[in-house]
Structure formats: structure tokens, C-alpha cells
């Protein structure tokens, strides 16, 4: 495909029209497979070139296509530069990043590689009920997913060892905090942020197969309206 081809050129912004015209493309069946060629590519652009711009394009088209099983070795090289974009300051960039991230912590054999990432000590910052709601309840999707994930029988019949600095030990760790922020955003202004900081919580306490009920946000959201 004549476009792939542009991902090479030398200048930034012919590098993103490509994406973008990829991920246009990528919404056709019979061009999909073609797209999908170029997986590992736009990661690589993705992960090593530092342009918001470039962020944005390059993983919407990533987030508009399968995951296939060969782009595993690459997913985990890269993961520490999707971590950082993660928690760069182009909101943005963020969406895109986590929403890949939430879709990786989905298949068993990344998860740890997510986990284990090194993140800023101020990662809970992004839990923050002054973030944009778009970004807030994409990472607590992420949260979510992480916590599903890290209780399964499957993951928790290995002992798994975590760095001091990793995702784990800043949202799982004795020392987290992570509690005390979904408590302030199951009163935050937009339902669908709360909502799924309820589920969150759920996630944290119950086994996998129990599902949030809408009885669960009601009675957090009265009993903090209520100051009891």
C-alpha cells in the first residue's frame, strides 16, 4: 500500500497524514488485514519518536485494529514508552494510550509486562477528580481491567515479583492510595466517572464474577451527599 509506504518519509507531519489516512482506511474489511502489515511499524513510530501529533494519529489507528499474537515481543518493548505518553501532558495522547493499554491488560500473556512497568511516583495524579472526564474514566476502565485481570486463577497461580517503581505497587501496592481517590471520584460530576469508579471498587474487593449493580453507586452517592 502506496501509503504505508509514507510512514518512512523523513518529516513528521507526511508520517502522520499516513496515519491518519491508514486509520481511515482501516475501517474497511478488505483493507484491514493490509493495515495490520504495518502494526509493528507504527508502534516503533509510536514509541520512538516524541510528537503528540504523531501519538494521537499513530495509536487511534492502532486502536482501530485487531491485536494480533505476532506483535506481542514488540507490545513489550514498547510498553514503557505507552506508560509514558500515559502520563505525558497532552490529554489527548492520554486517551489514546490508555485505551490501548486497557485492551493489552486484557490479554493474559501482557499483563504482567503492564503491571511491572515502571511509572512517576505521582502516577495517582492521574486519578484526580480535576482531569478531564474523558481521561478519567478511560483510566479507571484501565484500573478495571487490571484488577479483573490480576485476580483470575490463571495470573494468580504464579508468584509474580514487582518492582518498587511498577504500575502494580503504585495502584495494588501496601502503599497505594488508590483507594482514597476512588472514593472522592464516586461523587464526581458526570454519572459515567462515577460509575465506573464503582466498578473499580467492586473489582477491588469482590471475586471477578460479580458485577457492579446500580444500587452499589446509588447508596456511595447518598451516603457522600449525606456527609454520614
Known sequence: MLVGSML???DNSVKIQALNALKAFSGIRK???KIQEHFIKVLELTSTIWDSELHIAGLRLLNNLPLPDFVYPQ???VMPALMEILQ???ILAQVQAVRLLSYVAQKNDLLYDILNCQVHANFLNLFQSTQPGSLLFEVLVFAERL???RNTPHYRAVKWHYN???LHEALFG???RLADRLLALVIHPEEEVQIQACKVIVSLQCPQDVRVQPSFC???RSYFNNGE
Open 8 to 10: 518512512d518519509d523523513k
Open 31 to 33: 483493507f484491514r488485514l
Open 75 to 77: 507490545l513489550r518493548r
Open 88 to 90: 505525558s501532558d497532552c
Open 147 to 149: 484488577s479483573e485481570g
Open 164 to 166: 518498587e517503581q511498577s
Open 174 to 176: 501496601d502503599q497505594s
Open 218 to 220: 446509588q447508596t456511595s
